[in-house]
């Protein structure tokens, strides 16, 4: 089963218009942390933004900001404003706890191509 | 800004040839990964590493692979016999806690296999 799901794979804005991208995630673990990553057309990976599943305020950064429904499994990247620079993928991941080695390796979906319109 | 390093940004290697790739991670981050991407798929992870050992690996990780921190800054990872299907991005992140554990990325190493 897919831990991360995000069932956009491409999608349009207008620029300064804001748009949503979807993340849906999955995981029987109490204690786990969200990111959103955009990766632009040269390939690296930049990080967004944060949110752990106790945190109790949806978490903001700049133009960025993760609507957290938790019992949903849901954790949406709002970006507001949106410029030309936002084209890119957009990967939201997944850092469950685990016991033991606790390595906190990240579970990535398969990305949102997004594409800003002039 | 902190960042990690990653050299080189790409490697073309003949298959059956061993590669090294290199990370510098953000100076006080102690814990590394690696992770890969093959064109046009998602991110998959590699293995972790702290305190000089391996905490976890994944199934992609198999005795061909292997990590090491050999002067206390670099952070390398080696394949010993490369595939054609090794071929992709990859990428080493660093973390500094595990209190969030916000892993941040290099800029990849793109590694072609010929």
């Known amino acids: 089963a897919q831990k991360i799901t995000q069932t956009q794979p491409g999608m349009f804005v207008q620029e300064k218009e804001a748009v949503t991208l979807d993340c849906t995630y999955d995981?029987?673990?109490?204690?786990?942390?969200l990111f959103w990553y955009k990766q632009p057309s040269s390939g690296e990976m930049i990080f967004l933004i944060y949110?752990?599943?106790?945190?109790?305020q949806n978490a903001t950064e700049g133009r960025y900001s993760l609507n957290f429904q938790k019992a949903r499994k849901s954790a949406n990247l709002v970006i507001s404003a949106s410029q030309l620079g936002d084209s890119a993928m957009y990967f939201c991941a997944m850092r469950e706890v685990f016991s033991g080695a606790g390595s906190y390796q990240l579970t990535f979906g398969k990305g949102t191509k997004l594409s800003v319109i002039p | 800004e902190p960042e990690v390093t990653q050299t080189p940004s790409h490697q073309v290697t003949q298959m059956g040839q061993e590669v090294i790739l290199r990370c510098v991670p953000i100076?006080?981050?102690?814990?590394f990964y690696w992770y890969r991407q093959i064109l046009g798929q998602k991110v998959e992870f590699l293995v972790s590493f702290y305190n000089n050992e391996i905490s976890e690996k994944s199934e992609i990780f198999d005795d061909q692979f292997s990590v090491e921190r050999p002067d206390g800054s670099n952070f390398t990872l080696k394949i010993r016999s490369t595939k054609l299907e090794d071929s992709a991005m990859y990428f080493c992140?660093?973390?500094?806690?595990?209190?969030?554990?916000?892993?941040?990325f290099g800029a990849g190493t793109r590694l072609s296999v010929l």
């Open positions: 100076s006080n981050h102690l814990y």
């Open positions: 995981t029987s673990d109490p204690s786990y942390g």
């Open positions: 992140a660093t973390s500094g806690t595990l209190a969030k554990n916000i892993q941040y």
């Open positions: 949110q752990g599943s106790y945190d109790q």
